[in-house]
């Protein structure tokens, strides 16, 4: 080799020893702190950030592509406390502002809450709540609203020892969070809460500007606008913004893949969510992107530390990996949920006190003993497909059984579908046809069935849905 050619390579070695440290200051920040050691969500999500922020990469996505979405209520912070936090706060002012706004249907509601403590949320709570909500901050103003949160945020959190409300996030999705933006992601919170709770709910606590937040909808008026129209009144300078009393429809499922085309116009790169709510955001995500994309849900799996269901988080889990989805385990990924110093103590149900006059029933027996008792337990749903407010279909006969299919065979993996028709009588003396599924699902919970029968009765627009419980014996016989 020649002279030249060898002080050359020199160089050229010297170069690299130079640069190589460099190269590795500049590596993106990883997940470590709040994850458990060899988490395979830790390390994929690790890799993710590797590969699309190297420019030599195949997968780098231009900063201006970078979008990442989260759902709030179950993803980053506390739902179980002992429900979501918009309820809590709402049921503690409705019971105890004595503001004129609360009649005695959302104290009802706000009761209903609290009664529910230390149970199952109540089936449809989501459309009741938002409706009593809207209408117990009738009036308020934006900025009232976030005083009785910030207040709320202050008060301990139910279920839990050393944590105020206000500081019950997971601490590993936040670390998670923070990465996405030290990387130049631009990050938004996509939910089903009320947006303008949603913004002083993450005040302090997580870096996402009040415009990145996106939620369920209450209306809004201006103070001296009276009935008129908003495309009929001229904002005065003495008028304020306040809410109107109504609710603008839940954003969920779809809604929340509509509201990211509306207000972000771009298709995210990353979604994180915990439940069926927030598998559409997920699915639109991953489903032709022209950018290496992913998705994850957060499963609830942890009894330990946490007031999760490892039998119904294990479920779930294969349910989103056959869609592709990736799954962030509680019980597996987090090295810590809410930090030192917290732990779980017990959630106490409300208990009414009897009248006076009124007999004291029995006790029935709990599910689990009458299932031992007669070998198992039988759920029958009946599920009507006509619109609950104009009795019209909501599907074909064809596109209801398809739709029913798809949610009990995501969350049972199996079911047994009858096809059945009724008629009735209105008031008003019109005779009345309705196209109804009958649902029969064994080998499950009663929590398990409440969660389809809400996914159920936002999907066909249902009022309710009629479940019979049956104990039954069970025999596979193959015969002698």
């Known amino acids: 080799m020649k002279k030249a050619q060898k002080v050359l390579l020199l160089s050229i070695l010297a170069?690299?020893?130079?640069?190589?440290?460099?190269?590795?200051?500049?590596?993106?920040?990883?997940?470590?702190e709040y994850w458990t050691d060899g988490s395979a969500a830790a390390e994929s999500l690790s890799a993710y950030l590797l590969a699309v922020t190297d420019e030599a990469s195949p997968d780098f996505i231009p900063v201006a592509d970078r979008i990442a979405v989260f759902d709030l209520d179950g993803t980053l912070m506390c739902e179980t406390d002992p429900f979501c936090f918009e309820y809590m706060?709402?049921?503690?002012?409705?019971?105890?502002?004595?503001?004129?706004?609360?009649?005695?249907?959302?104290?009802?509601?706000?009761?209903?809450i609290l009664d529910a403590a230390g149970g199952e949320k109540p089936s449809g709570m989501s459309t009741r709540q938002a409706t009593a909500g809207a209408v117990a901050y009738k009036g308020m103003t934006m900025q009232e609203l976030a005083q009785v949160v910030s207040a709320f945020k202050e008060s301990e959190a139910m279920g839990f020892s050393g944590m105020k409300r206000g500081e019950a996030y997971y601490k590993p999705m936040v670390e998670l969070l923070n990465k996405l933006l030290e990387n130049d992601f631009t990050v938004y919170i996509v939910t089903a809460t009320e947006r303008n709770i949603v913004r002083e709910v993450i005040r302090g606590a997580l870096d996402i500007p009040p415009s990145h937040v996106i939620g369920t909808e209450y209306g809004y008026t201006a103070t001296a606008q009276g009935d008129a129209a908003d495309t009929d009144y001229t904002f005065q300078p003495s008028d304020q913004i306040v809410f109107d009393g109504t609710y603008e429809g839940e954003n969920a499922k779809t809604c929340k893949v509509d509201a990211i085309v509306r207000e972000i116009g771009q298709q995210p790169v990353l979604a994180f969510g915990n439940s069926s709510g927030d598998l559409a955001m997920e699915i639109y995500t991953i489903s032709n992107n022209p950018y290496k994309s992913a998705a994850y849900m957060v499963v609830a799996d942890d009894a330990e530390r946490e007031y999760g269901s490892p039998d119904s988080a294990n479920e779930k889990k294969a349910g989103y990996e056959s869609m592709g989805i990736g799954v962030i385990s509680m019980r597996d990924d987090f090295k810590t949920i809410y930090g030192d110093g917290v732990e779980k103590t017990e959630i106490i149900p409300a208990v009414k006190e009897p009248a006076a006059d009124e007999a004291v029933a029995e006790p029935a027996p709990a599910a689990e003993e009458t299932a031992e008792e007669t070998g198992g337990i039988q759920y029958v749903l009946y599920l009507g497909t006509n619109d609950k407010d104009t009795n019209k279909p909501v599907f074909t006969q064809?596109?209801?059984?398809?739709?029913?299919?798809?949610?009990?065979?995501?969350?049972?993996?199996?079911?047994?579908?009858?096809?059945?028709?009724?008629?009735?009588?209105?008031?008003?003396?019109?005779?009345?046809?309705?196209?109804?599924?009958?649902?029969?699902?064994?080998d499950t919970t009663e929590q398990q069935v409440h969660t389809a029968a809400n996914e159920l009765i936002d999907v066909f627009h249902q009022s309710s849905v009629m479940i019979q419980a049956n104990p039954t014996t069970t025999e596979f016989y193959s015969g002698n």
Not at 15 to 32: D, H, I, K, T
Not at 89 to 112: H, M, N, P, R
Not at 414 to 432: K, L, P, R
């Open 89 to 112: 706060v709402f049921a503690d002012y409705a019971l105890s502002s004595g503001s004129e706004t609360i009649t005695e249907e959302v104290k009802a509601v706000a009761q209903e």
């Open 398 to 442: 064809a596109e209801a059984m398809e739709r029913a299919r798809e949610i009990l065979i995501r969350l049972f993996g199996g079911y047994t579908i009858q096809e059945a028709h009724g008629g009735w009588i209105g008031d008003d003396g019109t005779e009345y046809q309705e196209y109804t599924l009958v649902i029969y699902l064994s």
């Open 15 to 32: 170069l690299c020893l130079a640069v190589g440290p460099a190269l590795a200051e500049n590596r993106p920040a990883l997940l470590g």
